[in-house]
C-alpha cells in the first residue's frame, strides 16, 4: 500500500539527514511563534500576500488578509501568510514585465519550498495574477485566486474619471495645450480616488475577469470594488473554499484544461479585454502543454461579439459592471458559446454555476446582449504579414474603424530614446497618414516590452486636431489605453525581426479586416537592409537581467523562459 503523503507541518521537510528530527526542530520552531500541538495538527494553507508600499493597488491586502483567515479557520485550517515579489505597475523600472517570470519564479518555488497544503494566490495588479498562475500551475497543489479589485470612479468638473484610460486622455489634453498645468495637477488628485486596481477594462481587470472564467476565482470575484464589504466576504469565502479544495485534491491540473482557456479567450473578447491577456494566457497555457495561437484568439475574436459596455471600449467602469451582476451575467449571455463541463474552485461546473446566474437587471447598459452587442466584432485582432510574420495584435474595440484599411508612409523611431527626443520636433515629417513605427520596444529591445505601444501623437498634430493615428511597434500597451496601434510584432526588431528594417518613408499597409499588416517595399531591397542590420547590443551582462534576455521567448509565444 501506497504510504500517504505527509500534510501539514509535515509536508517538505528541511533537509538534515534526519527527517524525525526536521518534524521535532520545525515544532519547536513553530511553538516559539506561538503555534500549540492541536494548531500544528491541522491542513496548511498558505496566504501570498503581495503588499508593498511601492504597489498602490494592493493596500486593501492587511483586510483580506484577515477575511481568508476567518475562512480558513472556519473549516479546521491553518492559515499562515507569507510573502513574494510584489510588481506594483507604476513604481517598476523599466517594467513590470520584465519581472513578471521572476514573481512566477518566487511564487513556484516558495510554494513548493514551505509547507503547505493549499495557497491562496492575493494579486490585482497587472502583472501579479498571471504570475501567480504561472507559478501556482507549475507547483500545482489546490489554488486560488483572490484579486485586490478594481479602485470606485473619482470626478472632475462633473465628470467621472477612470485610471487610466483618462490619465492618457488628460495627458493628451494636456500636450495639445488644451490643459495647462494647474487643471492637470487638479485632475491628478482625482484620478485614484482609493485603494485598488484600475477601474477600467484594464490588463488588471482584464486578468480579473478571465482568471474567473478560467474556473481559478470564485464567481464575481473580479469585479467588486477594494473598498465594498463584499470584497472581504468574498474573500472569507476563498478561506472556505481552498480547504475544500484541499479535502478533494483539486489542484489547477484538474481545472485548467484546452476547454478551460477556451472560456477565457471567450470571455476576454466579451469584455473589449485587454491585448497583454494574450501573451499572460498563452504563458500559463504553456505551463501545462498547452499551446495557445494567435489564430486561435482570433477564431474565438471572430466569433464572439463584444458585450462589456466599459471603457476604453465603452462608457462604463468596474463598479457599474459589478452592480450589473459581474462576470456570471457575461458569461450567461455567453453560456451557448462556453465550455459548459469546464471545471471550477468551487467542484462545480462552469454550467453548474451559470444556472443559478440571473438574468441582468433591466435597467442596466452595461452588458448587453448577444443581439445587439456593443460591437459585433470581438476585441482583438491578430495581424500577419512580411511585417509580423509571426503575428501581432490590435484591439480593435478601442481602435478608430476609418483607420481599419489605411497605407501611409512610415515615421521611424529606432528606441524609446529617440522616440522621446524627436516625437515633437515641429519639423518632424509626419502627416495624419504617416504610419509612426516605434523599433527596439520588444521583450529583449525593451528591454521587458513595456507598456510603451501607445505611441504619442506628434504635438503639431494634436494641435491641428488629429485624435488618432496608426502606430505600430513590437512593444505592449496599457489595457487601459485606445487608439489604432498595433502591438507585439513578433519576431521584434532587437533580434533581427522585419519590423527592424523599416525606414522612413516606407509604404506600411495596415487591413484589419483581412488581418494583414504589409511593409510595401520589394523583397530585393529588404534583403540588402537584412545584410546590413546592426543588431544593438545586449542592456544586461550579468544578474537576472542577463537571464531574462539570454531566456525570454517572443511575444507569440507568451514571453515565459524557454527553460519554464
Known amino acids: 500500500m501506497k504510504p500517504k503523503n505527509p500534510t501539514g507541518i509535515k509536508k517538505g521537510l528541511t533537509n538534515y539527514g534526519d527527517p524525525e528530527f526536521s518534524i521535532y526542530i520545525r515544532k519547536a520552531f513553530a511553538k516559539a511563534m506561538g503555534y500549540a500541538d492541536h494548531e500544528l495538527e491541522r491542513p496548511i494553507v498558505g496566504i501570498i500576500n503581495t503588499f508593498s508600499g511601492f504597489n498602490s493597488c494592493h493596500h486593501n491586502f492587511s483586510d483580506l488578509i484577515e477575511a481568508v483567515k476567518r475562512g480558513v479557520l472556519s473549516q479546521g485550517g491553518l492559515p499562515i501568510e507569507f510573502p513574494t515579489i510584489s510588481l506594483g ?73 477612470g485610471a487610466c484610460t483618462d490619465c492618457r486622455r488628460f495627458w493628451g489634453e494636456y500636450r495639445a495645450g488644451r490643459l495647462d498645468r494647474i487643471q492637470l495637477n487638479e485632475i491628478e488628485n482625482r484620478l485614484c480616488s482609493t485603494t485598488g486596481t484600475c477601474m477600467v477594462m484594464g490588463t488588471a481587470s482584464t486578468m480579473a475577469a478571465v482568471t474567473e472564467a478560467l474556473g481559478m476565482m470564485l464567481p464575481g470575484g473580479a469585479a467588486i470594488p477594494a473598498v465594498m464589504a463584499e470584497r472581504r466576504r468574498h474573500a472569507e469565502a476563498s478561506g472556505r473554499t481552498i480547504m475544500n ?76 459592471l459589478w452592480k450589473a451582476g459581474g462576470i456570471p451575467i457575461v458569461m450567461k449571455e455567453l453560456e451557448e458559446l462556453l465550455h459548459r463541463d469546464a471545471l471550477t474552485v468551487l467542484g462545480t461546473t462552469i454550467g453548474e454555476n451559470l444556472t443559478k446566474v440571473p438574468q441582468p437587471p433591466d435597467w442596466q447598459d452595461v452588458v448587453k446582449t448577444k443581439e445587439e452587442p456593443l460591437l459585433t466584432d470581438g476585441g482583438l485582432a491578430s495581424l500577419f504579414g512580411n511585417l509580423a510574420p509571426e503575428g501581432a495584435v490590435i484591439k480593435r474595440s478601442a481602435a478608430s474603424p476609418h483607420l481599419f484599411a ?49 505611441l504619442p501623437i506628434p504635438k503639431k498634430l494634436l494641435r491641428a486636431g488629429v485624435k488618432d493615428m496608426v502606430r505600430i511597434s513590437d512593444a505592449r500597451m496599457s489595457g487601459t489605453a485606445f487608439g489604432t496601434i498595433v502591438l507585439h510584432i513578433s519576431p521584434e526588431a532587437a533580434i533581427g525581426g522585419a519590423l527592424a528594417l523599416v525606414q522612413d518613408g516606407d509604404i506600411i499597409e495596415l487591413d484589419v479586416l483581412n488581418k494583414r499588416l504589409q511593409l510595401l517595399v520589394d523583397e530585393e531591397v529588404l534583403a540588402k537592409r537584412r545584410a546590413n542590420l546592426v543588431l544593438p547590443e545586449p542592456h544586461f551582462q550579468r544578474g537576472y537581467g542577463k537571464l531574462y534576455v539570454d531566456h525570454v521567448e517572443q511575444a507569440h509565444l507568451g514571453c515565459d523562459f524557454d527553460f519554464l
Not at 142 to 148: G, M, Q, T, Y
Request: aromatic share 4%; hydrophobic share 40%; net charge negative.
Open 89 to 161: 505597475e507604476i513604481f517598476t523600472a523599466p517594467t513590470t514585465m520584465m519581472f513578471r517570470n521572476l514573481m512566477a519564479m518566487d511564487t513556484e518555488e516558495m510554494i513548493r519550498a514551505q509547507p503547505m497544503d493549499g495557497v491562496v494566490l492575493m494579486g490585482g495588479c497587472d502583472k501579479t495574477v498571471p504570475a501567480q498562475l504561472m507559478g501556482a500551475v507549475s507547483a500545482d497543489r489546490p489554488a486560488i485566486c483572490l484579486v485586490a479589485g478594481p479602485m470606485m470612479t473619482g470626478d472632475y468638473q462633473g465628470e467621472r474619471l
Open 245 to 320: 479544495m484541499i479535502q478533494n485534491d483539486l489542484r489547477p491540473s484538474k481545472i485548467l484544461t484546452p476547454q478551460s482557456f477556451e472560456n477565457a479567450m471567450r470571455v476576454l473578447m466579451a469584455i473589449g479585454g485587454s491585448t497583454n491577456a494574450v501573451i499572460h494566457l498563452t504563458a500559463i497555457a504553456k505551463r501545462l502543454g498547452i499551446q495557445l495561437n494567435l489564430t486561435d484568439f482570433d477564431r474565438i475574436s471572430d466569433e464572439t461579439p463584444v458585450l462589456v459596455n466599459l471603457k476604453p471600449s465603452g462608457r462604463y467602469y468596474m463598479q457599474d
Open 406 to 454: 489605411h497605407r501611409g508612409p512610415a515615421v521611424v523611431f529606432c528606441s524609446l530614446e529617440d522616440m522621446h527626443r524627436r516625437i515633437d520636433d515641429p519639423d518632424l515629417p509626419a502627416t495624419a497618414d504617416s504610419v509612426i513605427v516605434l523599433q527596439n520596444a520588444g521583450p529583449i529591445g525593451g528591454p521587458g516590452m513595456p507598456e510603451a505601444g501607445y
